[in-house]
């Protein structure tokens, strides 16, 4: 198993900046990559970063490209999130996910990102 904590979400004005982390535990070895997902109200959980845990490729939706960037510390089992220029449209619940083969198949409990404009 492996369990995942978000951390760093919060209330931030149009333009500003946030920094998500997630720090995973347990059995870490056996995870291939890890992303980031979000859920806005009333909105179907969608697609916003990945990174690959060895090899560091990423993978941005075309929504959040150039503005935010996903990052790892494979040392402290750690993903991160930096997210800048944000705008209302990026409010949502944020999650952090991990997966050993093709899908993503663990989850955090979600970080709340409110964008005011």
């Known amino acids: 198993q492996v369990q995942l904590v978000e951390s760093g979400g919060g209330l931030v004005q149009a333009g500003g900046s946030l920094r998500l982390s997630c720090a995973a535990s347990?059995?870490?070895?056996?995870?291939?990559?890890m992303g980031w997902f979000r859920q806005a109200p009333g909105k179907e959980r969608e697609f916003v970063a990945s990174?690959?845990?060895?090899?560091?490729?990423?993978y941005y939706a075309d929504s959040v490209k150039g503005r935010f960037t996903i990052s790892r510390d494979n040392a402290k089992n750690t993903l991160f999130l930096q997210m800048n220029s944000l705008k209302p449209e990026d409010t949502a619940v944020y999650y952090c996910?991990?997966?050993?083969?093709?899908?993503?198949?663990?989850w955090g409990q979600g970080t709340q990102v409110t964008v005011s404009s």
């Open positions: 347990g059995r870490t070895f056996s995870i291939y990559a």
């Open positions: 990174i690959s845990w060895i090899g560091g490729r990423t």
């Open positions: 996910a991990a997966r050993r083969g093709s899908e993503f198949d663990y």
